[in-house]
């Protein structure tokens, strides 16, 4: 990128990525070239940079490694919170089904994890405290389970004690069959969610080809930096689903929060999220627990920085876009829009052509020229 009053070189990560950075504009007025040419610039200054990728156009990155959800990587279910996996199987969010599935993800948990089971736990007829002591013994690192065995373990779950010679120092003696009778055709649903190919190349490593599971995979690019390295992960087979591809960008983001606080090392990382609206909730309260807010809030102490780009600045809501203190504006369609930052000349900002745009930062502006960077120009020539 140049200055274009001087014609100067502009280089913006050293400024911006440093902190956060949003890059704003309408489809079609250069966000992309603008992005690429960042990553390029991080790539000759040897900083990481791991990429959500809604559509699979950074696949030709260079000196990229390319993962595509889906398909060579997928989520371990194991990593989904209950309310999480209840959203993604369709299930009911009530407090009943809250709380009996997580009695079934733990039972699967000791069988899996304690036990050496490839089957479920039966829990008529178990001691109580022994159940007890199987949990605690559980710690944070029994997180995997069979995710298939879900619906058999459900009825595992819905247990009693004997009507007529009750032992109240076990789990329970004889299954509630009027339960398992009315919850009948939920079990079943859940049978078809887990079996559908979605689901499967999701969360259940049902790719056809060799797969890896992400969590292994962002966790070693966490902790081994590599010269001009990249990470690029394709979710091109996300779109169209709704709430279920922000709550999969959100539960990624927590993961690589997770792993940077907790890793040895802490060289700079640029998250790098194209097309962010689509991710992010339209609702201030839903903010708190969000993956890619936690970064924005939490991730420059462990050197985390954040780089979005919008087709609007009012596709983040205000408590989101206060994260900013760097911003590119490409041309914008709403005279509104531009009167977020004061002092900007709303016809300057609607008027720019592909390849302009305005850098604004700590009150200032400078207009500036990105420049293709050669690969892309060789990737989208005719």
């Not at 050293?14 to 990553?39: D, M, R, W």
Request: charged share 20%; aromatic share 8%; hydrophobic share 40%.
């Amino acid at each position: 990128m140049i200055n274009a009053n001087n014609q100067q070189p502009v280089h913006l990560f050293e400024n911006s990525l440093n902190q956060h950075l949003s890059i704003t504009g309408q489809t079609g007025s250069g966000k992309t070239t603008s992005t690429v040419a960042l990553l390029s610039d991080l790539q000759r200054a040897n900083q990481a940079a791991f990429i959500l990728d809604p559509t699979g156009e950074y696949q030709h990155l260079p000196n990229a490694s390319v993962y595509r959800l889906g398909d060579n990587c997928y989520l371990s279910a194991g990593r989904l919170t209950v309310d999480q996996l209840l959203f993604a199987l369709g299930l009911p969010a009530t407090s009943e089904w809250q709380m009996t599935l997580a009695d079934a993800i733990a039972g699967l948990r000791v069988a899996h994890n304690l036990l050496g089971l490839t089957s479920t736990l039966k829990k008529v007829g178990r001691e109580r405290r022994q159940w007890q002591d199987e949990v605690r013994s559980l710690g944070n690192w029994g997180r995997d389970y069979d995710v298939d065995l879900l619906p058999e373990q459900l009825i595992e779950e819905m247990i009693m004690p004997d009507p007529d010679l009750p032992q109240h120092h076990l789990l329970g003696q004889v299954y509630d069959t009027d339960r398992i009778h009315d919850h009948w055709a939920i079990i079943n649903h859940l049978r078809t969610q887990l079996a559908t190919s979605r689901f499967q190349k999701l969360f259940g490593n049902g790719s056809t080809s060799p797969a890896y599971e992400l969590t292994y995979v962002l966790k070693l690019f966490l902790n081994q930096s590599m010269q001009h390295q990249s990470l690029v992960l394709d979710l091109s087979l996300l779109q169209g689903q709704g709430r279920l591809q922000q709550l999969l960008v959100s539960l990624i983001c927590q993961t690589i929060l997770r792993l940077r606080l907790s890793a040895q090392t802490s060289f700079p990382v640029t998250v790098v999220i194209d097309e962010a609206h689509r991710y992010l909730p339209n609702d201030d309260a839903k903010l708190t627990d969000n993956g890619i807010f936690r970064i924005l809030r939490e991730g420059r102490k462990v050197n985390l920085s954040m780089l979005l780009t919008t087709q609007s600045p009012l596709d983040l809501v205000p408590r989101l876009r206060s994260q900013f203190a760097n911003v590119l504006l490409h041309r914008l369609a709403e005279p509104v829009e531009s009167r977020l930052w004061p002092g900007l000349d709303w016809s300057t900002i609607a008027n720019q052509a592909i390849g302009q745009a305005t850098y604004f930062s700590a009150g200032r502006s400078i207009p500036v020229k990105v420049t293709e960077p050669q690969w892309w120009q060789k990737e989208h020539s005719v």
